[in-house]
T-cell receptor, first 111, second 112 residues
C-alpha cells in the first residue's frame, strides 16, 4: 500500500524567510502533484512532476522530484503572507490512477 | 472553460438518511474521482469512474456508491448516514486517468 508522508505538518514562518516542505512516498511512482488548499476551499493544482529530476517554479514556490529517493520538495523563497495555506503532495503509483495524499502541511506566514 | 461543478455545496442530513452528491466534470474530461476529506483521516480516495465504468475503489464500506452517466457527470450516494460521514466531499475531473486532476469546490456534508 502506498504511503505518503509530509513534513513538517505545521510550519510557522516569518515573511521574507525561506523554507522547504518534504514529501516522502513508499513505492515507485512517476507522477507527483502539489496542491494548495485555503481554509474551507477546494484544492488548487500547483505543480505536476512527471519525471526524475523534474523541477518546476512558479513565483516564490519551486517543486522538485527525485524518484530514486522517492522524495519531492516544495521550496518557499522569501515567504509572503498570501502563501499561508495548507499544501498537499499527492502521488500516483506507477501504472495506477488514484491519488494518494500526504497529511498536508499547514503553512502560516507571519508579518 | 467552466471548471468542475459540484452540487449542492452544503448539506445537512440526519443519521440514517441517505444523500446523493453530484459532480459535473470539465467538458471533455472522462475521468471522475471522488475523495473524502476529514480532519482526522485527511484526504481519502473513494472511487474513480471512466466512461461510465468504475475503475478503482477505495477502502470504504458498501454504503458509499457512485455512478457515471454517458455525459461524464457523476453522482455519489451514501446510504444510512453516520455521524462519521460528515466531511468535505471533493470531486476531481481529468481528461484520462493518468493526467492532472482538477478539483471542484466540494460538498460539505454534515450529519446530525
Amino acid at each position: 500500500e502506498l504511503k505518503v508522508e509530509q513534513n513538517p505538518l505545521f510550519l510557522s514562518m516569518q515573511e521574507g524567510k525561506n523554507y522547504t516542505i518534504y514529501c516522502n512516498y513508499s513505492t515507485t511512482s512517476d507522477r507527483l502533484y502539489w496542491y494548495r488548499q485555503d481554509p474551507g476551499k477546494s484544492l488548487e493544482s500547483l505543480f505536476v512532476l512527471l519525471s526524475n529530476g523534474a523541477v518546476k517554479q512558479e513565483g516564490r514556490l519551486m517543486a522538485s522530484l527525485d524518484t530514486k529517493a522517492r522524495l519531492s520538495t516544495l521550496h518557499i523563497t522569501a515567504a509572503v503572507h498570501d502563501l499561508s495555506a495548507t499544501y498537499f503532495c499527492a502521488v500516483v503509483e506507477t501504472s495506477g490512477s488514484r491519488l494518494t495524499f500526504g497529511e498536508g502541511t499547514q503553512l502560516t506566514v507571519n508579518p | 472553460k467552466a471548471g468542475v461543478t459540484q452540487t449542492p455545496r452544503y448539506l445537512i442530513k440526519t443519521r440514517g438518511q441517505q444523500v446523493t452528491l453530484s459532480c459535473s466534470p470539465i467538458s471533455g474530461h472522462r475521468s471522475v474521482s471522488w475523495y473524502q476529506q476529514t480532519p482526522g483521516q485527511g484526504l481519502q480516495f473513494l472511487f474513480e469512474y471512466f466512461s461510465e465504468t468504475q475503475r478503482n475503489k477505495g477502502n470504504f464500506p458498501g454504503r458509499f456508491s457512485g455512478r457515471q452517466f454517458s455525459n461524464s457527470r457523476s453522482e455519489m450516494n451514501v446510504s444510512t448516514l453516520e455521524l462519521g460521514d460528515s466531511a468535505l466531499y471533493l470531486c476531481a475531473s481529468r481528461p484520462t486517468s493518468n493526467t492532472e486532476a482538477f478539483f471542484g469546490q466540494g460538498t460539505r456534508l454534515t450529519v446530525v
